[in-house]
Structures are given as C-alpha cells and as structure tokens.
C-alpha cells in the first residue's frame, strides 16, 4: 500500500476515534456508530493492503 493510502487510513481513523470520544459525552448510541464505522475503515484498511499486495505477486508465488 503507498504511502499516501496509508496516511489516509490512518488520518480517517484518529478522526472518527476522536469523534468518537466527544461524542460519548452527548449521545452513546452516536458515539458507538461512528466507532463501528471507523472498525469498519481499519478492516477495509487491512483489505485494500491484502488486495493490493496479492494482485503484485506474480500468479506461481502464490500458495493456495
């Protein structure tokens, strides 16, 4: 994954945590969704990084 996708995924994420945590002060049920939905951006995260690194390998390194 380049660097710039990283910083994104990263960036986004202290963002919602950070919402998140505010939020907690107003509305538990808002706070719990936008926690959800930044577990749900570190997951996609973690998905572009596999798909990208698999679609680099060439097709005999690949064990399945």
């Not at 996708?5 to 919402?19: C, G, H, P």
């Not at 939905?37 to 097709?59: H, L």
Request: charged share 15%; with cysteine.
């Amino acid at each position: 994954m380049g660097k710039g996708l990283s910083l994104w995924f990263a960036a986004s994420s202290i963002l919602m945590l950070t919402a998140a945590s505010i939020l907690i002060s107003y509305n538990i049920w808002l706070a719990l969704l936008v926690g959800l939905i930044c577990v749900m951006n570190i997951g996609w995260g973690f998905v572009v990084k596999a798909r990208r690194r698999r679609s680099q390998e060439t097709p005999g390194e690949r064990s399945s």
